[in-house]
């Protein structure tokens, strides 16, 4: 248990679906992270929060959304996704933003047909 | 962006030591270097981080080649539970990001 839940663990959407990824910290940190796993492929970071203000988004499609309305909620919310979207999809929380260490949640396994 | 190179899998017996590689020769001076392990249907999971010196805790050290262009993770006595993927990282010192590469599937045999 590391301080960070995420819900759904698993969620299959179709193409034409709106859904939401929700993470929670309990660990009093002040930034957050979506990171997205795809089979075979590096953790590739995909937006980062300090402070609930988005200071990096890493060329995502606007098919993802993030939300971060408090310093211990971050949400992803997807809509029109394509079946390539499937992969884990990971928060993860840290200190502040320049701090080593990033407490990971368990992740969101999402499959979209 | 520097960039880490991995073994894609080693395997260990129970109760051995087990040395998980890393080369990064690319990394700036002020990069850190970090790993990170994955059990399986789990985020990854903080192992150990050092600059330049050697590093110890709980769960493991980090030796660091003098010129830091590698390092190794040792795991001193490896145990069924210690099975997954470790991620050696760098950390980019000027965005904070982490650079993730595809890992060692570490497999520990009874």
């Known amino acids: 248990e590391t301080g960070v839940t995420q819900t759904p663990r698993h969620l299959v959407m179709g193409m034409t679906n709106k859904k939401s990824l929700k993470c929670e910290q309990h660990l009093g940190h002040n930034a957050m992270y979506w990171y997205k796993q795809s089979a075979k492929k590096p953790l590739e970071l995909m937006f980062v929060y300090s402070l609930e203000e988005r200071v990096e988004n890493n060329s995502v499609p606007s098919r993802f959304s993030p939300e971060c309305p408090n310093s211990s909620h971050l949400f992803l919310h997807l809509h029109t996704l394509q079946p390539e979207d499937s992969a884990l999809y990971l928060c993860a929380s840290s200190p502040s933003r320049g701090e080593e260490t990033q407490y990971f949640g368990p992740g969101t396994r999402l499959l979209v047909l | 962006d520097a960039k880490t190179t991995q073994p894609n899998s080693m395997e260990s017996n129970e109760e051995e030591p087990v040395h998980l590689p890393c080369n990064h020769s690319t990394i700036s001076g002020t990069d850190y270097i970090h790993w990170y392990r994955q059990l399986p249907s789990q985020g990854p999971e903080y192992v150990i981080h050092?600059?330049?010196s050697n590093v110890n805790n709980r769960m493991a050290s980090l030796a660091i080649a003098e010129d830091r262009k590698s390092s190794t993770l040792i795991l001193h006595r490896a145990t069924l539970r210690d099975a997954a993927v470790y991620y050696c990282i760098l950390r980019d010192s000027g965005t904070y990001k982490y650079i993730f590469g595809t890992g060692t599937r570490l497999k520990v045999l009874a």
């Open positions: 050092g600059l330049t």
